[in-house]
């Protein structure tokens, strides 16, 4: 798993965008994937997104499965605590570690 951890306004989306980019079975899961669609566009790329709500759906055992096309996919997240504030989990999440393997 790759860690890009940044500031804002440090590319961190757009560096997510080029490595789906050389994904062929890639998703991009964020807040908005109009907004993502656009950006993804501006770079010159075509990846699909998909919305917090939607990746809920699809990972969830208990809802029935949506467009089997989702299921064997390489999800890229963007803003990973946005997914983890989001509906995906019904309780307030106050805190989270997360471990960079990668140095």
């Known amino acids: 798993m790759i860690h890009i951890i940044s500031g804002n306004c440090t590319g961190k989306t757009r560096k997510l965008i080029e490595l789906a980019a050389k994904d062929p079975n890639s998703v991009i899961v964020c ?4 907004a993502m669609m656009t950006k993804v566009k501006k770079y010159g790329y075509y990846i699909e ?36 504030s989001s509906s995906i989990f019904y309780e307030n999440i106050v805190a989270y570690t997360l471990t960079n393997e990668n140095t």
């Not at 807040?31 to 109009?34: A, E, L, R, V, Y």
């Not at 759906?57 to 963007?78: A, S, W």
């Open 31 to 34: 807040k908005n994937p109009t």
């Open 49 to 84: 997104a998909i919305s917090y709500d939607t990746f809920d759906r699809i990972n969830n055992p208990l809802c029935p499965p949506i467009d089997e096309t989702y299921f064997g996919k390489n999800y890229y997240i963007d803003e990973l605590e946005e997914l983890l």
